[in-house]
């Protein structure tokens, strides 16, 4: 589903990915771990398309990302690739139904039309009753909840997070991981995630280590929960 073939990024001329090479299957949940500087977040940025790599491929569902237009991949990051950071990103002037339909308007659903869009995503994720709340109004769990719904809206191909519980207490954290597993198990999402959590890292179904630039090793931990 995702190929990434001999990718290399360089910034002012210090390697940071070196050749990276990774196959990743649809319904797979992919941890992406090893110390700061190792190249994470420049990688998932780069499968993600927010970044372009100095050499090497990308492929999501068969599509070049990189051979594509600005506008076509613009367009297909916003229908086929979700995102979920650190911290929730939400547009503070917003109701949170309207962050999370924020994605379907912009691929150009009408604003009610996105939002009847996002009321399942909502509902699903428990939030229904906090919809006319604005991000201040609601919990950190809560605001990272609706950071996932927002990612989900279009129904993409893939779910890229970037420590995206690295900002919770341990108790929403360990809700938020137990939500990818579900959304998984329920509508066969798949995800890769970049994480310092080894709690998280090491329940998915294949955790990737990378080391100056390099995947040093791969592993199957798949811890249950």
Same mark, same amino acid.
């Given at each position: 589903m995702i190929e990434?073939?001999?990718?290399?990024?360089?910034?002012?001329r210090l390697p940071v990915l070196r050749g990276i090479d990774l196959s990743i299957e649809r319904g797979e949940?992919?941890? @992406?771990?090893?110390?700061?500087?190792?190249?994470?977040? !420049?990688?998932?940025?780069i499968l993600g398309s927010l970044d372009r790599p100095d050499r090497g491929t990308v492929t999501i569902d068969g599509t070049d990302l990189f051979a594509l237009t600005q506008k076509r991949l613009a367009?297909?990051?916003?229908?086929?690739?979700?995102?979920?950071?650190?911290?929730?990103?939400?547009?503070?002037?917003? !109701?949170?139904?309207?962050?999370?339909?924020l994605p379907? *308007?912009?691929?150009?659903?009408?604003?009610?039309?996105?939002?009847?869009?996002? *009321?399942?995503?909502?509902?699903?994720?428990?939030?229904?009753?906090?919809?006319?709340?604005?991000?201040?109004?609601?919990?950190?769990?809560?605001?990272?909840?609706?950071?996932?719904?927002r990612a989900l809206v279009n129904n993409p191909a893939v779910v890229?997070?970037?420590?995206?519980s690295g900002s919770l207490d341990s108790h929403n954290r360990d809700e938020?991981?137990?939500?990818?597993?579900?959304?998984?198990?329920?509508?066969?999402? !798949?995800?890769? @995630?970049?994480t310092h959590d080894n709690n998280l890292a090491t329940r998915a179904d294949r955790m990737i280590q990378l080391t100056d630039g390099r995947i040093s090793s791969i592993s199957k931990p798949s811890i249950n929960i």
């Open positions: 990434a073939h001999n990718i290399e990024k360089a910034f002012d949940i992919v941890s @992406i771990v090893g110390p700061s500087g190792a190249g994470k977040t !420049t990688l998932l940025q367009q297909f990051r916003n229908s086929r690739i979700g995102f979920v950071f650190q911290f929730h990103q939400l547009l503070p002037e917003f !109701t949170l139904i309207e962050n999370v339909a379907a *308007m912009i691929g150009g659903l009408s604003r009610s039309k996105a939002i009847a869009k996002a *009321m399942p995503v909502v509902e699903y994720l428990g939030l229904s009753e906090r919809i006319s709340h604005r991000p201040a109004q609601l919990s950190g769990g809560e605001r990272q909840r609706a950071a996932v719904a890229l997070a970037d420590e995206p938020l991981h137990r939500l990818f597993f579900d959304l998984r198990r329920d509508f066969g999402h !798949t995800f890769v @995630i970049v």
